[in-house]
């Protein structure tokens, strides 16, 4: 084990936590931050003073350059081997060379478009086939396939359009319209005018942050105001809403959309239920961690007893400690996959409702082998089209998007 710092007796680890806790996504990010102490806490708890994991958090503010800036402190400065971060994929993009340069281990918490593999980087959140390839399956199974897509012009938006139009076109359905804004920009009026001359049925949402909120009030407002359209005519999904963001848009602009994603509030879970206790707890009654935050978690857990098995913080030993057991963690669980570094994990659909919160309508059977490069469709995907329609699931799944909207 690397001595970087001793203190009263103790070998400390530093471990960076890089994300933007103010900026366009700031309220999201600062659960991330907060899960991931937690988790490091725990991991010290767990070490039982053989080392004790020292958190370095940077505030990024939502600027690609104060990521680089702050990783390179972070590793040059403060002597960080492993950094769990990155909530964007621009983010994650513009720090990339200098992990790899430096040898640098990031643990990625958050969900993401996929066509990626670093070995300096461990994937803990989703991968699109474990996320997108299910929506766009339900979507198929279950909804009129003709989609509008709107969103922030970046990465996320770009390949996870690219992949939904692959599929939906493939499985005899058609996208509309395609839509961009600037990161940031709030000005999406003519978009919602657009979508209420067109009425789609879907509308597929990668918007970030504050635009994304606007959007949905403002589309809210625009069916509730149509002579010829009522909340739940036109039912926008995602891949990115979580339960933070609900108050954000308010009731009842938030109630009736659909999001996949491989952990929600709801699930009933112990390993969940006693998460929850401990993260209110230790931060207030009033919080609680979404998916990404829950991946933070995660990965500072899973992080320490990696360097406890491997005895060190060495980079290589380390990564190859994560990938040799299993985590029982809130969402479930969590394996590494040896050749891609992404993970093994239990996608999820769910509708938004009433209290700011998920109602699960869907969820595969047991972890889905990660496939960052689509390189496989095989029986190995988690498939809920098959599920739905051999036990009535696809109406029952369309009846509980139509109500929840309907009855706000």
């Known amino acids: 084990m690397s001595l970087n710092n001793i203190h009263n007796g103790v070998a400390e680890i530093p471990v ?63 002597g960080c081997q492993h950094i769990i ?48 390839i299910p929506l766009v399956r339900y979507i198929l199974a279950a909804m009129v396939p003709e989609i509008y897509c709107v969103g922030s012009n970046y990465i996320w938006t770009w390949e996870s359009n690219r992949l939904l139009r692959e599929q939906i076109i493939e499985g005899g359905g058609r996208i509309i319209a395609q839509r961009l804004v600037t990161m940031g920009d709030l000005h999406i009026d003519h978009i919602v005018s657009e979508i209420i001359s067109l009425k789609p049925p879907v509308v597929f949402n990668t918007l970030v942050g504050e635009a994304s909120y606007r959007f949905y009030r403002a589309l809210w407002r625009a069916v509730s105001a149509h002579p010829d359209l009522e909340p739940g005519d036109i039912t926008v999904v995602s891949c990115s809403l979580c339960e933070e963001e609900l108050p954000f848009i308010g009731e009842p602009a938030s109630i009736g959309h ?24 230790r931060f207030g009654d009033g919080t609680a961690p979404s998916v990404d935050a829950e991946s933070a978690y995660v990965c500072a857990r899973i992080l320490g007893r ?103």
């Open 16 to 78: 960076g936590i890089l994300y933007s806790i103010t900026g366009p996504y700031g309220d999201v990010n600062a659960s991330m931050v907060n899960a991931a102490i937690l988790g490091l806490e725990e991991a010290n708890a767990e070490l039982d003073g053989s080392f004790k994991l020292k958190p370095v958090f940077k505030d990024c503010h939502g600027k690609l350059s104060t990521y680089s800036k702050n990783c390179e402190r972070m590793i040059y400065e403060e």
């Open 85 to 132: 971060g990155c909530y964007t994929s621009a983010a994650r993009k513009q720090i990339l060379p200098l992990l790899e340069r430096t040898n640098t281990l990031l643990w990625h918490s958050a969900r993401y478009e996929g066509f990626e593999a670093s070995e300096n980087v461990l994937y803990l959140g989703a991968s699109p086939n474990q996320h997108l």
């Open 258 to 281: 659909l999001t996949s994603a491989t952990y929600f509030r709801s699930l009933e879970r112990l390993e969940n239920v006693d998460f929850l206790t401990r993260y209110r707890e």
């Open 306 to 408: 990696s360097i406890a098995a491997s005895g060190t913080d060495a980079v290589s030993a380390v990564r190859d400690a994560a990938k040799t057991f299993s985590f029982e963690a809130p969402e479930g669980t969590v394996r590494i996959d040896r050749t891609t570094n992404h993970s093994f994990l239990t996608p999820r659909l769910a509708v938004s409702r009433r209290g700011f919160s998920f109602q699960i309508i869907w969820e595969a059977a047991e972890p889905v082998d990660p496939d960052p490069f689509l390189v496989w469709q095989g029986e190995a995907q988690a498939r809920p089209e098959t599920e739905w329609k051999a036990k009535g699931s696809s109406a029952r799944a369309r009846h509980v998007v139509d109500t929840e909207a309907k009855e706000s």
